[in-house]
C-alpha cells in the first residue's frame, strides 16, 4: 500500500512538473515573440527616422498637397464605377498631413482607397506605421490577419478578412512616410484589394 502511494504521488508530481514544464515553455514561447516583436518594431521605427532624416536634408519636410496626393491613387478598378476623388491637407499645431481618397462601386459591393501623407506629422504616425510591420498572423472562425510587404521594398503591413461579414482590408505603411488603406465588402477573400493596392504606384512613393 505504501509503495502504491509513493507511485501515485511520484505520478503526480510528474505530471505536474511536465504541466509546469509546459507552461514555462509557453511563457518562455511568449515572451521570446513579445522581444522579437519589440526588436523588429525598435528597426522599423529606427528605418524610418532614417528615412526622415535623408527627407530632412533635402529640405522634404511638409506632406504634399493633396491634389498631388490623389495622382497616387487607383485610375480604375475593372469593372467598377470610379467616383470624383477626395482630399484634404491639414496644418495645425505645427503638425501637418494630407489625405487623399477615392471609391469605386460594381451593383452592391464598395471599394474604398484612403492614402496619407504624415511627411509633416512624423510623430503622431509613426508608431501606428510601425506596428503594421510586426508581422501578426493570426485566424479563427471569425478572422485572418496575415503580414504583406506586396513584394515591395519600404513597405509592410497587414491584411485583415471577417469571414462572417465577408470584408476584405489592407493596410500598409510606406517608405516612413505614407498609409494605405483599402477596403471592400462582399468578398470572398483578399484577392481584389491586394489588385487593388498593386494599382497604385507604391514603389515610387516607398522611394520618397
Known sequence: MKK??????STSLLATSCEQAQKAKE???AISKLKEAGEKMETTMNEAKSQREERVKRGDTLS???KDLQAYLPAEVSGFTAANPTGQSMKMSG???STAGRDFTKDSVTVKTELIDYNGANQ???GASAMLGLGLESEDDDQLTKSTTL?????????????KDRQAELMLAVGGRFLV??????????TLVESVAK???LEKLAEM
Open 64 to 66: 504634399m498637397p493633396y
Open 95 to 97: 503638425i501637418a498631413f
Open 181 to 190: 488603406k483599402i477596403t471592400a465588402d462582399k468578398q470572398p477573400d483578399l
Open 124 to 126: 503622431l504616425y509613426q
Open 27 to 29: 511563457s518562455y514561447s
Open 151 to 163: 513584394g515591395i521594398k519600404g513597405a509592410s503591413g497587414m491584411e485583415t478578412y471577417r469571414k
Open 4 to 9: 502504491l502511494v509513493t507511485l501515485l504521488l
Open 199 to 201: 494599382r497604385m504606384d
